[in-house]
Each structure stands twice: as C-alpha cells, then as structure tokens.
C-alpha cells in the first residue's frame, strides 16, 4: 500500500515538474519575441527619393543626335544607393542636340557618359568621319541667320568671295589683308566663287562660350594699347563659329585662298553650284560702281 502511494506521488511530481518546464519555456519565448518585434518597431524606415532619370524612347546608335522625339523623363521615388550616379546626372541634363557615344537600347535609363555636350571634343570627335578632320569658319552676323534652320549633321556649300583691282592693263586680286593695295588701280567688282560642296556640319557655336573657344581665345589673346576715344571704333565682329567636316585637301585649299578673300557658308543645295560676279548682278547700266565712267 505505501509503495503505491509513493508511486502516485512520483508520478504526480513528475507530472507537475513537466506542466512547470513547459510554462517556464513558453514564457521565454514570449519574451523572445515580444523583444524582437520592439527591436522591428524601433528600426526607423527609409524615405524614398525622387530621381529624374532620361529614357530612350527607341534604341540609339553610336552616333546620334538626339531630338525631343528619341526621349523621356521619367521620376520615380526610390530609396538611396537603388540608381547610377551618372544616370541621375543624365536626368538632369537637357539633352536635346547631344551626340550618343555608345549604342543605347530603348527604354534603357541613359547615363551621362554615354552622351556628349554639343562643341565639346567629345561630340567633335564623335561626329566627324575617321579620316577626316574637324574645320572652324568664323561667321557673320548674316550667315548666322541664313544657317539659322541648319542642323549638325547636315550640308553646306563653301562659297570663296574676293575683290577685282585693275592696275593698268591687269586686273588682279585685291588682298583682304593688304587693304593698301587699293591705291594701286580702281576697284573693279566682287566674284563669289563655289569650292567645296556638300560638307558634314558637325555643330554650330553662335555665342563662342563653350569651353573649348573661350580658352582659346584667351591664351591668344594679345596685350593691345590704349584705345584713343577720337578714333572711330569698328563695330565688333561676332563670335559664332561653325565646325565642319573637311578633308586634308580641302583644308589646304583653304588656306591657299585665305588671303584673299572670305568663306561665305550656304545650306547645301546638291546642284551644280555657279559662280556669281559683280557684271552679273549689277544692272548694265551702273558703271561707276565698276571702275568705269558713265
């Protein structure tokens, strides 16, 4: 009889022990994860950002000049470190006239080193053809405005514009840099002459701030001496200067006709370019404006 007492009592302590393990550890767990869901309430969240990025609209090959039409600007709100440094860059770029480097794939976020800004070496040396080199004509105040509607990657036409002297029985050039040599004879008129047709221009500086010409100038720039204020001051030339696609011989013959004259610069016409002269354009009548008595 007592054996089976003590058994009960065994029985029943282990019984007891067990439902007692079993509440201490449930506890515990409890607590474990009541710590671990304050440590996730406490983690602060991370504020997103609104990033512009500049989509290409269809694939673009190396090379290209990029319209309104060939991109996009797209913000989305992502949060620190999910983008491209150069890809933000490239967002905040108005990149209308810029040339591709590399081929870029539609709907693909552009970076900045895949474009270049229009004059810079980069986009020269991108868009004119190997084996060729990159020429700069300075322009006036009207070729400015007749090249207005010309586009880099089309053509233009090189007129050459000189002025006749006759000198006794000859008649010569008259030298733009030689402006005394109009004492020698009377002037005699104006021939424009067409010598390099259809050529690549590659891009148009109208304001010459870009960084390659304005240090330029400034490491030629020579000291000049007091300007005297009773001496008329000529009117100021402009600084725009169109860049353009010529070959060695081509450039060489520019520079055997530079002395004598000035470039006059068209919109390619793709015909057979004439010659105009003063005797053509002057009515018969007016005389005097080419050296002779009326």
Known sequence: MNQKIIMAMAVLLILIGGIGIFIFSGGKNDEQVSNVSSQVEKKPAIEQVSVNFAVAKIGLKAGSIITEQD?????????????????QEAGQLFMVGYV???????????????????GSPAYLSQMVTPGYRVYSFNLSEQQISQLATTKAGEYVDVYFRYNMIISGYKT????????????????????????????????????????????????IKKD????????????PESSAKLYVELSDYDIKRLYTLDPYGDFIIFPASFAKNKASSTDETLPENIRQLKGKKG
Not at 100 to 109: G, H
Not at 224 to 235: H, I, L
């Open 71 to 87: 991109i996009k600007i797209e913000t989305v709100l992502l949060e620190p470190g999910h983008w491209l440094v150069e890809e």
């Open 224 to 235: 000049t001496k007091t300007e005297n204020s009773n001496v008329a001051k000529p009117r």
């Open 100 to 118: 591709t480097l590399d081929n870029i794939n539609a709907n693909s976020r552009i970076r900045s080193s895949q474009v270049a800004m229009p």
């Open 172 to 219: 010569q050039i008259l030298q733009r840099v030689e402006p005394e040599i109009r004492r020698i004879g009377n002037f005699n008129g104006t021939k424009v002459l067409p010598i390099l047709s259809a050529k690549k221009l590659l891009y148009m500086d109208q304001t010459g701030s870009n960084g390659v010409v304005s240090d330029i100038n400034k490491m």
